[in-house]
């Protein structure tokens, strides 16, 4: 029982860090969609977890899916990383 009780905890402390580390959430607004390439153009504020400015640049995205529900003009709000050498935003979520 005891033992139960702790690895919930740990599993509890392992829940937070996760959801503090995609926090990173930018906003952007979507300025070009690309399906067959598999990115999509976004005009972004500042990416701290990146050391990145405000700036219009293109994403890879972790999940391809995503791009069929994107307009140019949508405001988004987003997580980026470095994916195998490559910008990828790799959450998104589009504001209403
Ligand atoms: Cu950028």
């Not at 999509?40 to 990416?47: A, L, N, Q, Y």
């Not at 997580?79 to 209403?96: C, H, M, P, W, Y």
Request: cysteine-free.
């Amino acid at each position: 029982m005891k033992t139960m009780t702790w690895r919930s905890l740990a599993g509890a402390l392992a829940m937070t860090v996760a959801l503090a580390a995609q926090a990173q959430d930018v906003d952007g607004e979507v300025r070009k969609v690309d399906v067959e390439g598999g990115k999509v153009t976004v005009r972004h504020g500042e990416i701290k977890n990146l050391d990145m400015p405000p700036m219009q640049m293109s994403f890879r995205v972790s999940n391809p899916d995503w791009l069929r529900s994107l307009q140019p003009g949508d405001k988004i709000r987003f997580s980026a990383d470095k994916v195998n050498g490559q910008f990828t935003i790799t959450a998104l979520e589009v504001r209403k």
